[in-house]
Each structure stands twice: as structure tokens, then as C-alpha cells.
């Protein structure tokens, strides 16, 4: 992974420590960016389950697994041992399974290398030792058997390729993955510096509805007043 | 909507305030209602992840969403400012989408109106805001991108057709929309008289059988001592 | 059930206390044991949802339901007053509907039987009062509405087929499930003296491996030197 691409010193990451996930769609469907980056399916399992403040921020490094007969060797190193500080571990796989893509090992390891979460595109395991270890896990779901008989990692930091409902979304190395109680959205490193200050503005609008029609005002009202 | 569906004065409304949607869904079984009136998939997301006394209990106030290229035009005002003091606020779409149906300022809104939830055949969005609410939200599923740039309000306080596993659900406005822990039921106006007797009825024997349960008895002597 | 089935004096009944269903996984995929016996899909809903230390482990007690016009004739008695002390009681239907199969008076009779908990390959329903009773659930999913317009037991402590993304599983009675925060695990009663070694090695390689990675060990490292 480039220097630059590392989540640590990068001011859009500090800059996106402020928004929510929504905040980031609203912007992203503003630049007519599909659905707003959201990857439908992936939710908040730990350190709560879709609860808490917790949020994550971080470049994307991406895994790519894949059945044990695709014609792609088996990456030649332990893909979790070259983790940056700073970033949000991004695991998927070509096939669907009921195994678990990743597991409470995984979670130590990415956390001692500085990692701020992981998002897993499949199923999870040791979910009360992911709790213990008070480190942010998205995914599809929990399980309890571990992806090594039917799979193997075949790609590290490459463009990876989800798909959920007909609905396709590739995911590049360095692209922002923000997490929180509203599910996971794919930010585009190429449209940050456009959709922050979209953010800013809306932020500032929804507020100042927010206000008014608690005290009375109408929807109608509201939205002519600030986001007109 | 006329004012004898409004849930305000309304002692349908009252009486129900004392059974569990699984108590209603018995009542109409027993009336021959397919599936008990249940709406499978959409549980409570706020103000606790299905968890809690929450109940809510109220007519419903009908809201359909289809893509922007509908033949119908798009409805000439907000829905969510029209909201009747009392209603369940039930939201749905013509067509699936991982977009959100509904969010934060929506019910905002529909609280200032008095509503006493809102129901999304679809994804909602803002969790922590509807959280901070203590607003009553359930839904099929969480989500970070609002309708708007796929969607279209077309239709308000007109009946509504809810699909799920090929079972087909008409909920009409002015019916009953109840929800607790265990999701969400459809009282038809209509039936709302007759079913009420049956939930009294067997609520007072399950209560007697569950206490001869915990001291030894058998549930088949029970169950003869108590419903027949 | 033979009496050899019973949970309650069974030493691996015991043993199995010490792991997680994640560790029978592992210990079931050295076996070649398909998917590591895990039951997709069923999740815990009771005393808590997938949250803390709840662990159920017994001989399974099999209920099959089927629907009304099903050719086998209803089974003569009822299956909740004959479920023996220990035993986790597991129920399955051959058509899913969204009815639940499973609900709070069965729990009452189950519980004061002895009963462990109970595995519902469906919806089950009365989320509070199993709450309430403090009795352990898995289930697909929650509900409204009992099962008796459509369904009918056929079976009882019989083997029973569960399916899940076309992946078939035997559950006969007397297998051990296993069910905690990461779900419900299938040990087959013929494989469990092999597999409760192979737990006890990797718990103690994976602890030390953990020790290691979080003093900065590579995962590399820390496997080659604990697991080889």
C-alpha cells in the first residue's frame, strides 16, 4: 500500500470523523455516486451490535478470498501480517459460504498492527472475544467454522468486486470505508474532497430544520427555509 | 382521513393497549385471518432493538413510494405534514431498493404531530436520531441513503399491498397497525370488534395454564382444564 | 429417548461446557465434517439476543412438523410433556412459514422439565415472556402467529433434515447441539470423543498465539510456533 494511502495523517479522515454514514450518502448521491456508497448487508456486530457511538474511518486494504480450485495461487503471505496503521481490513470472497471469513486471531492481530476496524463481506466468528478485544467488526453475519477447507486468500490490495441485490459495487484499495450504527458506506478516495463540503452544508441545514419543526414548524416549511 | 380513524379518542385503540401483537394474532386466527394479520420481516429498531415495553397501537396513515418513472404523478405535498394525532405512520414501496424509505426529520415531524410510530416496509435511516427520539421505528432493515434520486411519493391514505414470501397483506388506512417485540400485526378495521372478546378470553387461560405449568402439570391436562 | 441420551449425567455433556461453539467447529472441520456442524441462520433470542455468556449443550430432542394435508397422521400426544431432563429441544418444520413454530407456553412446560433451551429451525414467538422465564432460544426469526391453522407435528425424537442454502443437514436425536453468542453447532453423537481432544489442543495453542500477536508477533510467527 502507498505512503499516501495510509488512514493515520490523512486530514479526510479527520475531517470524516464528523459526519455520520448518512451525512456521506447524502453527498455522494448529490454527485450522482450509486445508491450513495452503501453496501446493503453489512452491519455493526462489535464492540455492540448496531449501538454505540462507535465509528470507523480508515482507508480501505482489501482481501480477497476465493474457493480452493480457483485457478489464482494462494497469496504467497499471511495477508493479516501487513495491515496499515490506520486501516479498515476489508475482507470478501468470489463464493458464498456459511464458514466464517475471519475470526478473534484476525482481530488481534489487525488491532496490534493499528488497524481502526474490519468489514466483512460474509460471515464472522468469536464474536465474544471481538467484544473483549473492543475492536469495530461490520459484517453479514456471525458464525462459528473457519473458511480454510473450502477457501484461500487469492488477492491482497487489489480492486475488489461486492455484489448484494443485483447491485455491484468495487471496492479499491485507499477508497474511505466509514462505518457506524447506520451500516457501511464506500467513499471513493477521487470524490472526498468533493463530497466534504456537501456534507457541511447539509449538516448545518438538517439541524436548523431539526429545530423548527420540533417547535412546530412543517416539513414543507423547513426545507424551503434552509435547504433552498 | 376522516376523523373516526384518528387513534386519539378511539377505544379500540385503548383496549388493545393491553394485549401483545402475539395476543391479536391469536384472536384472528381463530377468525380465520391469514397468518394471524402478521407482516413478516419488519421488527423494532427504535427506541431499542427489539427489546423493551414498547408497544405501539394505532390507525394507519398509508404512504406509497414507486420509482420515479411511475405513471402516476408525484404526490402534490409532503406526506409527513398531514399526519393524523394518534396514526401509525406506515410507509412502503412499489418497488425493493437498498435506499432508505424514511429518516431522522421524518419523524421529527410526526412526532410533533402526535403519531405514535412509523412502520417501514423498506429501510429507515438516522438510527442514533430516531434513538434520541424515543421515537417507535420498525422496519425491514437499516440504511444510509435517502429515496429521493430513485423515488417517488404517489399515493397517501389509500390502500396499500405489502409483499413478503408470495404472502400478500392489503392494509387499508384506518386499520390497526400494531407492534412490540415480536414485530408488527395488521387488525383490519372490520375485525377489530369481534377479535377483541377472543384476545380476553384466551389471555386469561394461557395465564392460568402457564401457572400450573411451572407447578408439574402437564400441558395437555392444562390445556384441557383451561381452553376447553 | 434411551436413557443413554439423557443430558444430564453425561460426561461430554460436561466437557463440552469449556467451548464455544467456534471450538467445535475447528475440532468438526479436522474431522471433515462438513461446514464444522454449523446450523446457519439460527441465532440467539433468549435470555438475550446474541449477547452474553448464555451457552446451552444437550442431546437433541427432534420435533418434526409438517403441514395439515401432510400423508403421515398428527403425532398422538404432545411433544412438549415428554422432553427429558438435560435434552435441548429442537424443532423443524418441512414447509418454512411465517407462523411461528414455537412459543412461550412451550418454554413454561420445557423448562420445568429440565430442559436446557430450545433450537427453532423456524420463528418462534412470546420474545418477553422467554425472556421472562429466562430460558435459552435459537431461532431463524421471531413472530406473531402460532402454527396450528397450517402445521401439525408428524415426528418426534426422530432424525430430522434441516436445509439451508443448499447445504443439508441429519440432525438425529441425541446429537449433541451446542448453541452460544455465535449460534448452534451440530456435534454428531458418534464423533464427539474424537473431536473433544482435538478442542482442548487448539484452545490451548490459540491462547498462547493470542498472547503473542498482542505483544506484537506476527500471526506467521505465532502460528508456526504454537500450532505446528
Redesign the interface.
Known sequence: MAANTSGVEDPIVKALQEY???D???A??KL?HP????L?GI?MWSPQ???G?TKIVGPAYTVQYAPKDDERPKWP??Y??SVPAGAVVFVTSTR?T??ALY????S??AK?SGAVGSVIDGRF????EQKDLNYPIFAR??????P??LLKVVAVNEPVRVS??G?DIVINPGDYLVG????V?VLPRGLAEQALPLMAKQVEA?SK??VE??Q?M???EA?KKFRS
Chains 1, 2, 3 share one sequence.
Open positions: 455520520t454514514t448518512c456521506i450518502s447524502d455522494l448521491v450522482n445508491n450513495g456508497g452503501f446493503p452491519t451490535r448496531q449501538d457511538p503471505s499471511h493479516i501480517d458464498a456459511s464458514n475470526g478473534g486471531l484476525m488481534t492481530r496490534a466468528r468469536d464474536l465474544q453475519d456471525v458464525g462459528t467454522t473457519p480454510g477447507s448484494n441485490d447491485q457506524d450504527v447506520n451500516g458506506v438538517d430544520m431539526a419543526i420540533q412546530g412543517t416539513f414543507t426545507s
